[in-house]
C-alpha cells in the first residue's frame, strides 16, 4: 500500500512538471491555458504543482490544449 502511495504522488508530481514544461515552452500563461482547456486556472496551478490527482477527462483537455499527446504528461 505505502509503494502505491509513493507511486500516486510521484506520478501526480511528474505529470505536474510536464505540464508547465510544456506550457513554459509554448509561452502560456495559466490563465491562458485555462482558457484554451476548459480547466480552471487554480486547479492548473495546484496540478503543476502536484498537489492535486489529475481526472483523465482533464489530463485530456490539458493534452489538447498543449497540442501533445497524453503520453507526453505522463512520461
Do not use: W
Request: proline share 1%.
Amino acid at each position: 500500500m505505502i509503494y502505491n502511495t509513493h507511486l500516486l504522488r510521484h506520478l501526480r508530481f511528474t505529470i505536474g512538471q510536464n505540464i508547465h514544461r510544456l506550457r513554459a515552452g509554448q509561452k502560456l500563461s495559466l490563465y491562458k491555458l485555462s482558457q484554451l482547456s476548459g480547466v480552471p486556472e487554480l486547479l492548473l496551478d495546484h496540478y503543476e504543482l502536484g498537489k492535486n490527482e489529475i481526472r483523465l477527462d482533464e489530463l485530456l483537455k490539458i493534452a489538447c490544449a498543449l497540442e501533445v499527446g497524453v503520453v507526453e504528461l505522463v512520461r
